[in-house]
C-alpha cells in the first residue's frame, strides 16, 4: 500500500530544515567516533539564575497563559521595542507570543499568503522556502553579492516585483551573510513596499548581535512604515534561550487579530513556564545578556582572522548574527561535498550553500564556549584544505 499517496503534494515535497539535518550528520559522526568540535548559532550560555529559579517557581504554579501570552511578557516586549529600537506598540493589541520565531513565521505565512502570492527573499538568505511553500506561496529571489558585501540593490529588489508581490521577509542582520541593513536600504524597501503595496517581514532574530560599534535599526522604527511591517523577534539568540522556544510577533492590530486566531488552532497557547522565564529575562538584570553580544564577537574574530589565512576560501567578516558565508567555490568540490568533508573528517560542522540559495559557499556558526575553540574550528578547516591541496 502506497501510503504516500494520502500526503498533501506540498507536506511530501517541502525540504527539511537545513539545520536540522547538518545536526543528524554531527550527532552520526559523533556515534562513528569523531570529535565534532562544538559551534552553535546560539549562545552557548544559560541565562541569568533569576531566569532559572523564575521557571522553578512558575512550575510550581497551577496556570495557562492566554492564547496572545501572558500580559506581563506583552508588556515587557513593548516596553524593550520601545526603549531599544525606538518603535511603539500596543502590548494588548499588536503583540503575540509564539514558540519561537519559527512558530511566528509560520502563522504570519498562514494568515497572509494564498496560493500564487510571492514572497521576496534575498539570496544568500535564511530558509524561508519552507515556510512559504506551506502556506502556498512561492518564493522569489533576490540576488546579494560578495563583492558588494551582501548588501542590497534596490534596483534588484524593484526588478524582482510582480503583480502577485505580497510580501518581503527580511532578516536583519542577514542569515547567512551577517549583513546589517543600513538605514539607507532600509529606506529604500519601505519606499518600494509603498510603492508596490506590499508588507514587510523583518525578522529582527538577531538584533542584538551586531558588532564593530553598529547599532541594529529596526523597520518598524522608520517613519510612516509602521503600518507595513510585521517584526518577528526571538528569544533563543537575544537571551541564550534555544530549549525553551518563546518568540514573538509584533503587527498592526487588523493583522494581529488574525495572527492571534491561526496561532490557537496552530498551538493553543505557549508554555506558561517558559514565558515567566521570559519575562524575567527581559524584566531583570541585563548584565549576563550585554555579555553575550561581546562573546560572539571575539568568537567571531577568532574564527575570521584564522580562516583569512586560508587561500582558497574568502568571505565578508560578518557584520552582524552568529554565522559566517565561506565561499569555498576554489576547493573543487560542491559545497554539500565541502561540508561533509570538513565535518566527517576534521570535526567541523557546517551547512551547505545549497540550503541558502548560494552554491560554493558553505554556513559557517562560530559561536563557542569560548574564541579559542572557534580558533581551533578554523585551525582544522585550514588542514583540511591543505589535505586537498596535496
Known amino acids: 500500500m502506497n501510503l504516500e499517496q494520502y500526503l498533501a503534494t506540498r507536506a ?17 559522526a559523533r556515534a562513528r567516533g569523531r570529535d565534532v568540535i562544538e559551534l552553535s548559532g546560539a549562545p552557548l550560555t ?8 523564575a521557571a522553578a517557581q512558575a512550575a510550581r504554579d497551577y496556570c495557562k497563559a492566554p492564547s496572545r501570552g501572558l500580559p506581563e511578557l506583552r508588556e515587557a516586549i513593548a516596553a524593550k521595542v520601545a526603549r531599544e529600537q525606538n518603535f511603539v506598540c500596543d502590548p494588548d493589541t499588536e503583540v503575540l507570543v509564539t ?25 544568500p538568505g535564511f530558509f524561508y522556502h519552507g515556510i512559504v511553500e506551506l502556506a502556498g506561496g512561492t518564493c522569489v529571489y533576490v540576488p546579494t553579492r560578495q563583492e558588494d558585501e551582501f548588501g542590497y540593490d534596490l534596483g534588484e529588489f524593484d526588478r524582482a516585483i510582480t503583480p502577485r508581490t505580497k510580501l518581503l521577509m527580511l532578516a536583519n542582520p542577514n542569515n547567512p551573510t551577517g549583513h ?9 524597501l519601505a519606499e518600494l513596499a509603498e510603492r508596490h503595496d506590499f508588507l514587510i517581514v523583518s525578522d529582527d532574530s538577531y538584533e542584538r548581535m551586531v558588532y564593530d560599534g553598529r547599532d541594529h535599526i529596526s523597520l518598524a522604527s522608520l517613519d510612516g512604515i509602521t503600518h507595513r511591517v510585521i517584526t518577528v523577534q526571538s528569544f533563543t539568540k537575544s537571551y541564550a534561550m534555544p530549549g525553551w522556544r518563546v518568540g514573538y510577533v509584533i503587527a498592526p492590530q487588523p493583522l494581529l487579530d488574525t495572527f492571534v ?16 522565564a521570559a519575562s524575567e529575562a527581559m524584566n531583570g538584570p541585563q548584565d549576563w545578556v550585554d555579555a553575550i553580544r561581546a562573546h560572539l564577537e571575539s568568537c567571531r574574530n577568532a574564527m575570521c582572522d584564522g ?9 565578508i567578516r560578518p557584520k552582524g548574527g552568529p554565522f559566517v558565508c565561506v565561499n569555498v567555490s576554489r576547493c573543487g568540490m ?5 561540508a561533509r568533508y570538513i565535518l566527517d573528517e576534521y570535526g567541523v560542522r557546517s ?6 540559495e548560494a552554491p560554493g559557499y558553505i554556513r559557517l556558526a562560530f559561536g563557542a564556549k569560548d574564541p579559542a575553540t572557534s580558533s581551533r574550528a578554523a585551525s582544522q578547516i585550514r588542514s583540511a584544505v591543505e589535505a586537498l591541496r596535496k
Open 261 to 276: 486566531k491561526v496561532h490557537e488552532w496552530i498551538l493553543l497557547n505557549c508554555g506558561y513556564v517558559e514565558q515567566k
Open 351 to 356: 551547512e551547505p550553500g545549497e540550503n541558502f
Open 46 to 53: 544559560l541565562p541569568g539564575e533569576n531566569v532559572i529559579e
Open 307 to 315: 580562516l583569512s589565512s586560508i587561500d582558497e576560501l574568502s568571505f
Open 334 to 338: 560542491s559545497s554539500r561535498e565541502f
Open 180 to 188: 546589517v541593513a543600513t538605514r539607507q536600504e532600509l529606506a529604500g
Open 12 to 28: 511530501r515535497d517541502v525540504p527539511r530544515v537545513a539545520s536540522r539535518e547538518s545536526g543528524e550528520w554531527s550527532a552520526a
Open 99 to 123: 514558540a519561537g520565531a519559527m512558530e511566528g513565521l509560520n502563522v504570519l505565512a498562514t494568515a497572509l499568503l494564498d496560493p500564487g502570492d510571492e514572497v521576496l527573499v534575498t539570496a
